[in-house]
């Protein structure tokens, strides 16, 4: 409703508003030499005010990218899943030092024919370090990871694999990685030696074989936490697909599964339950002294999917104070929810699922676990590891605290951690669980198995 008429007179830059209701006009005159910025900082908060838009809106975009960047400077931002190690397996069957991962892994990493398993096609690349570390991350879980067909075979030897991989990579670049195997050491790696804290965590439950000696030896190799089941059942536990068109009995954990469970608690080895079946959700939360995570799923709320965490199962895990680690790939966010959604995945559906279980259960129980190269398909504006601060901006964006902000990036994680390291200290007197499973229940092939 104004008009803005600006000119020089001599050595003054003049501003003349004239309000077109009233036609009162008003004059504002600044000395030109040595203050043209000042004089060009006057005009742009006039027109701001004049057309109602403040100027820190106006700003906001870059305001929000310093602000999540901050945060993320300031407090690690912690991930809970990342499928690197099957890259190398897949790829370069675990040379680890034939590959560089200081350069662009999406160029060396283009040819197929070497892939050990196309069961799980992944091009491009999503890891590498210039882009870690574009994307702020503070602190890592790789995933120790063996499929399920080598389940009763070699799963043992796989899982073995894939943490000697952790710690060869990790090793090699000292510079940019560090192996932590505490809630303090993931704080002093990023905070006190600007060192992306790396923590192993074992994707899978068939890889103990059945076996506690063997869950114990993963322990002392630096996995801290284990996923109950892959996409299969073990003796013990079910997995998420027994729940697609379910008429059967809800197994869930048998006994011995609990005593699996109980001995996690006893070691401080965290329990997840991606992956798992909702009777094993509630069965393991049950028998857990101490908080479990999803390391990556989602809200089933905004997307049925049976990788996703259920209303009833997350009231458990905020009762439980665990946390619940959002998952990018976009068949659990958007795409392969049911009924069939085949629209393009989206940040903002990323988004949309954390701010449900923020809403839903509270800030407190809700973390990152994006599952890069671990899956095909991302969504827009999260193609990869460097995308994070966009997503963190974006959350300021909407509204978010940068208290909140710091929950969501770590804080979470580290409260969990640290709670579950106090039960670890309070069962520091109990004798590690000798259970096992009768040859019956445990082997699937005889033929690969011999009796005590």
Excluded at 196 to 208: K, P
Excluded at 271 to 279: E, M, P, S, T, Y
Excluded at 398 to 404: E, I, L, Q, V
């Amino acid at each position: 409703d104004s008009v803005f008429n600006i000119y020089r007179i001599n050595s003054y830059i003049c501003i003349t508003k004239t309000h077109m209701g009233t036609f009162k006009s008003w004059q504002f005159m600044v000395e030109q030499p040595g203050i043209k910025l000042l004089s060009h900082g006057v005009v742009r908060i006039m027109i701001g005010l004049a057309v109602g838009i403040p100027l820190a809106k106006r700003d906001s975009p870059d305001q929000n990218v310093q602000e999540a960047q901050n945060v993320l400077k300031q407090y690690p931002l912690i991930d809970g899943h990342n499928d690197l190690p099957w890259q190398y397996r897949q790829y370069v069957q675990n040379k680890v030092y034939e590959v560089n991962l200081r350069a662009d892994t999406r160029i060396q990493w283009t040819n197929t024919t070497n892939m050990t398993s196309y069961d799980f096609p992944r091009l491009p690349p999503q890891t590498d370090i210039p882009r870690l570390k574009q994307g702020m991350v503070g602190a890592q879980f790789w995933a120790a990871f063996g499929p399920c067909s080598a389940t009763g075979k070699d799963a043992i030897r796989i899982g073995m694999d894939q943490v000697d991989v952790i710690h060869k990579f990790v090793n090699k670049y000292d510079d940019t990685f560090e192996l932590v195997t505490t809630a303090q050491g993931i704080l002093d790696a990023y905070l006190s030696r600007n060192r992306i804290a790396s923590l192993i965590g074992l994707e899978g439950g068939h890889m103990i074989s059945n076996t506690l000696g063997v869950l114990r030896s993963f322990y002392s190799l630096g996995v801290r936490y284990m996923t109950l089941t892959h996409s299969c059942d073990t003796s013990w536990a079910e997995n998420w697909k027994q729940d697609l068109n379910r008429t059967g009995l809800r197994r869930g954990l048998s006994e011995f599964g609990k005593i699996v469970v109980k001995e996690m608690n006893r070691l401080g080895m965290i329990i997840d339950l991606a992956h798992v079946a909702k009777q094993t959700m509630i069965d393991a939360i049950k028998t857990s002294a101490a908080p479990v995570i999803f390391s990556h799923s989602s809200a089933f709320e905004k997307c049925e999917h049976y990788r996703n965490v259920q209303n009833d199962v997350l009231e458990m895990v905020k009762n439980n104070t665990g946390l619940v680690m959002i998952n990018f790939y976009d068949s659990y966010i958007s795409k392969g929810c049911l009924p069939i959604n085949a629209t393009e995945s989206t940040m903002q559906h990323v988004i949309d699922h954390i701010n449900y279980i923020k809403d839903f259960i509270g800030v407190d129980f809700v973390g990152i676990g994006a599952d890069y190269d671990g899956v095909p398909t991302l969504p827009v504006g999260l193609e990869d590891v460097s995308k994070y601060p966009d997503l963190f901006a974006k959350l300021r964006e909407g509204g978010w605290s940068t208290n909140d902000l710091k929950k969501l990036a770590g804080e979470n994680f580290i409260r969990v951690f640290k709670d579950v390291e106090k039960v670890k200290e309070n069962q520091k007197t109990f004798q590690p669980y000798e259970d096992f499973l009768p040859e019956e229940e445990a082997v699937p092939n005889r033929m690969c198995y011999t009796s005590f």
